[in-house]
Nanobody
């Protein structure tokens, strides 16, 4: 079992930055791929970024490439999402999720989910 808790969300002006954290419990977290997803009101949950268990493989949605960076510190059981140059369209609830094995971008392929953290970007 893996339990995930997101933090770091908030209200920021367009062009600003936030860093989200995903803290995990569970001895085997370091062997899991972790993804960040987001869901805006009235929209489906969508992939944002993902990282392999060693950090050697990273994947990003086209909409965030060059602005967001995913990283992990397995010693701290934490995955981060650094978000720069934020836009109003980035406003959503952000979730982290974990799965054993390879990095994938599909919502349904992740086994464990956090409760989410709200990110609001004002124009």
């Amino acid at each position: 079992q893996v339990q995930l808790v997101e933090s770091g969300g908030g209200l920021v002006q367009a062009g600003g930055s936030l860093r989200l954290s995903c803290a995990a419990s569970g001895r085997t977290f370091s062997s899991y791929a972790v993804g960040w997803f987001r869901q805006a009101p009235g929209k489906e949950r969508e992939f944002v970024a993902a990282i392999s268990w060693r950090g050697g493989t990273r994947s990003y949605a086209d909409s965030v490439k060059g602005r967001f960076t995913i990283s992990r510190d397995n010693a701290k059981n934490t995955v981060y999402l650094q978000m720069n140059s934020l836009k109003p369209e980035d406003t959503a609830v952000y979730y982290c999720a974990a799965r054993p094995g390879l990095v994938v971008t599909t919502v349904g392929e992740y086994d464990y989910w956090g409760q989410g953290t709200q990110v609001t970007v004002s124009s």
